[in-house]
């Protein structure tokens, strides 16, 4: 799988490339959790907020299962199909497209408004993307509803207080870094919503079977070329007219932050990234 996305990177120049650097970053912690989803063997997956599509394509290949992933973004979709197929080419699993195995589909919809009928899907997962809605209770009440009674539910998402850099990163990365959080909570969103996740399924009609932490950790010295920084880099390069234009930064400060993560090689240091896994059953 991770080559097919390498694959696909190598040709992908578009600004939204970090996601599948994300997705390379994440996906150890994200396989781990396939077993617990409770997805049953055949059964039906609505992965929201897809983007490339890597939970739905995994997920399909690992169960014999089908999949449906949906974006509001139709570029990203459009590079979904080119990941899917990438990995049917090589054969790996049900979804490489053999007789009778289950299979990958993506469609363009709201995640407020999916455009299924009620109880469609044995399950449905939604990974790094509450963060970003004023409301992200709306998205699991419309996932609930999609979903048949006793249907499982897996949300995966980022909660900052669990992040620690140990010693703290050089001044300008570190202004750049809080900007970006706030940059964020502008737009309306919320990098702390993992430790909420658990009592938004409560309220939108989930029971909570497990509240998981997926930890990433590591020590060793960072350089310029590791995909965790060219994640950054490209993640902030994208965000950095408007931190200015909100008044967060000025242009000479998040020229600093870019220039630390692009030329400067870093001495060790230890990085702890928690993000929040929660899976639930669909009350009848």
């Known amino acids: ?7 696909l990177l190598a040709r992908h120049d578009g600004e939204d490339r970090w996601l599948l650097l994300q997705t390379l970053l994440t996906g150890p912690p994200r396989r781990a959790l396939y077993g617990m989803i409770g997805m049953p063997p055949g059964g039906r997956l609505l992965d929201v907020g897809t983007g490339f599509g890597p939970l739905a394509v995994e997920l399909a290949g690992a169960t014999g299962g089908t999949a449906v992933g949906v974006d509001v973004d139709v570029d990203r979709l459009r590079q979904a199909v080119a990941l899917r197929d990438l990995v049917r080419a090589s054969g790996w699993g049900p979804a490489g497209a053999r007789a009778g195995a289950g299979g990958t589909s993506f469609a363009a919809g709201d995640a407020t408004a999916l455009p299924f009928p009620d109880g469609t899907f044995d399950a449905a997962t939604i990974r790094f993307v509450l963060q970003y809605f004023p409301e992200p209770g709306a998205t699991l009440a419309e996932m609930a509803r999609v979903l048949r009674p006793g249907g499982a539910i897996c949300v995966i998402d980022v909660e900052d207080g669990m992040s620690i850099v140990h010693p703290e990163p050089p001044a300008p990365l570190a202004r750049l870094r809080a900007a970006f959080a706030e940059l964020q909570r502008a737009r309306g969103g919320d990098r702390n919503v993992g430790r909420k996740v658990p009592g938004l399924l409560d309220q939108a009609g989930f029971t909570v079977t497990a509240v998981l932490v997926m930890p990433q950790a590591a020590y060793g010295p960072s350089s310029p070329s590791d995909v965790d ?10 965000a950095a007219d408007e931190m200015v234009a909100r008044g967060l930064l000025t242009e000479a400060d998040v020229r600093a932050g870019l220039r630390v993560l692009s030329d400067d090689e870093l001495p060790p240091r230890t990085t702890i990234e928690g993000h929040v896994a929660v899976i639930g059953r669909r009350r009848p």
């Open 1 to 7: 799988m991770d080559q097919a996305y390498r694959a």
């Open 229 to 238: 920084r060219t994640f950054l880099f490209d993640r902030f390069s994208l």
